[in-house]
């Protein structure tokens, strides 16, 4: 079990519930007991989950034992807790065990069929550590040659890094950091199922130093999956365009599709459309 883990996620899950969301009967009403945070208090989450204030208090102070499933499920129904989010504190608490590499799916046959069948739309598989695994013509021609780099670089993360700012931004109206966020979503996720994977904390600690907003994700604790995400790309022949990077889960794997996707008939998309990628996919 990952105590200090479990705490921090407790604590920030807490903190950033709102006593309006709750039944008035589990919190305390307004009087002489000012409030420290804009959250709920532990006797409230207490309150909430049927156990006493005295062992939430120890789980977030990382000193109780191992909650059962039952704690685990009236903690998540307290915490008004997402599918992503209960799944990640039953890892964080030791009833899920940790995935291992061999549990890694590779990319199948079918996988690698639908990129090429995708045509002009750009679009790479990757792993929970933000490889990129395997991608399409369309892919490499709208954001760089995947082949010519190394195993390494061949990672949205560490492309972020080399690239930011030169090829990719937000577009007007959305928050510069949502990448660096969703990102560190992601990474939050893939390290409560990998706690042992070095190459992984090596590359979270690589972005933490280069960006600020996926450290203020990270402390977050936010593991909630975010599917679309607007981003403005410029490229030396097409132009600047407005893409949608949507991203679907591959069905009983970790693996995730990463599709470029512009609003239908939008100077993006014609744009997009006049990629014509060779009849080629890795």
């Not at 760089?144 to 061949?154: I, N, Y």
């Not at 999956?225 to 132009?239: D, M």
């Not at 889960?249 to 990629?275: D, N």
């Amino acid at each position: 079990m990952s105590r200090g883990e479990m705490a921090d996620f407790l604590r920030r899950r807490r903190e950033a519930l709102r006593p309006a969301q709750m039944p008035t009967t589990a919190v305390h009403p307004p009087g002489p007991r000012a409030r420290r945070t804009p959250g709920l208090r532990r006797e409230e989450v207490a309150v909430l989950a049927g156990v006493s204030t005295n062992y939430y208090e120890r789980l977030e102070q990382a000193r109780a034992p191992r909650p059962s499933p039952q704690v685990l499920t009236a903690l998540g129904t307290a915490l008004r807790l997402t599918t992503a989010e209960r799944e990640h504190l039953a890892r964080l608490a030791g009833q899920i065990p940790p995935s291992t590499d061999a549990d890694r799916t590779p990319v199948s046959a079918d996988a690698r069929r639908l990129l090429h069948r995708l045509g002009p739309t750009p679009a790479y598989v990757v792993n929970d550590r933000e490889d990129i695994v395997a991608w399409n013509a369309a892919a490499a021609m709208l954001i760089t040659d995947f082949a010519q780099l190394s195993v390494h670089e061949r990672n949205t993360v560490r492309l972020a890094i080399r690239l930011g700012g030169t090829l990719c931004s937000a577009p007007t109206g959305v928050a510069e950091g949502d990448f660096a966020r969703q990102s560190a979503a992601h990474l939050r996720a893939a390290g409560a199922r990998h706690p042992a994977d070095r190459a992984l904390g090596e590359l979270v600690n690589e972005y933490a130093a280069h960006n600020p907003d996926f450290v203020a994700g990270w402390r977050s604790h936010d593991v909630r999956p975010r599917p679309a995400l607007r981003k403005r790309l410029r490229h030396p022949e097409l132009g600047e365009l407005e893409l949608d990077r949507q991203t679907l889960l591959m069905p009983g794997t970790s693996l995730r599709l990463v599709l470029y996707t512009a609003e239908p008939g939008s100077p993006s998309a014609t744009a997009l459309a006049r990629l014509s990628p060779p009849n080629a996919t890795p």
